[in-house]
């Protein structure tokens, strides 16, 4: 049983700054790509960063030197620092994960979802 959890959504004032962490637990053999993705009411659930597990990083240019992912191997957790933050970046935040573990003798490697964090920039 794998489980993410996220942490650190909330309301923050545009201009403003927070920082979403992402766990991952549970019977894990290794963690490959990690990333955050944001959906907001009526639209496709959209990518926002993106990390490998050798620190290789892309982002959706919307975010671009605005916000950064980041990754603690040790740890299986992910985060984003989120910087000078616009309304247009308000919705559900959630983390993505591609994860091997085993079955028997065998490794499989399925994606594996957080549960959503609100991020709300309003004034």
């Known amino acids: 049983q794998v489980q993410l959890v996220e942490s650190g959504g909330g309301l923050v004032q545009p201009g403003g700054s927070l920082r979403l962490s992402c766990a991952a637990s549970?019977?894990?053999?290794?963690?490959?790509?990690m990333g955050w993705y944001r959906q907001v009411p009526g639209k496709q659930r959209e990518l926002v960063a993106a990390?490998?597990?050798?620190?290789?990083?892309n982002y959706t240019d919307s975010v671009k030197g605005r916000f950064t992912i980041s990754r603690d191997n040790a740890k299986n957790t992910v985060y984003l620092q989120m910087n000078s933050l616009k309304p247009e970046d308000t919705a559900v935040y959630y983390c993505?994960?591609?994860?091997?573990?085993?079955?028997?003798?065998?490794?499989?490697?399925?994606?594996?979802w957080g549960q959503g964090t609100q991020v709300t920039v309003s004034s």
């Open positions: 993505n994960s591609e994860i091997w573990i085993l079955h028997g003798p065998q490794l499989r490697r399925s994606d594996y």
């Open positions: 549970g019977s894990i053999f290794s963690i490959d790509d």
């Open positions: 990390i490998t597990r050798g620190g290789s990083t």
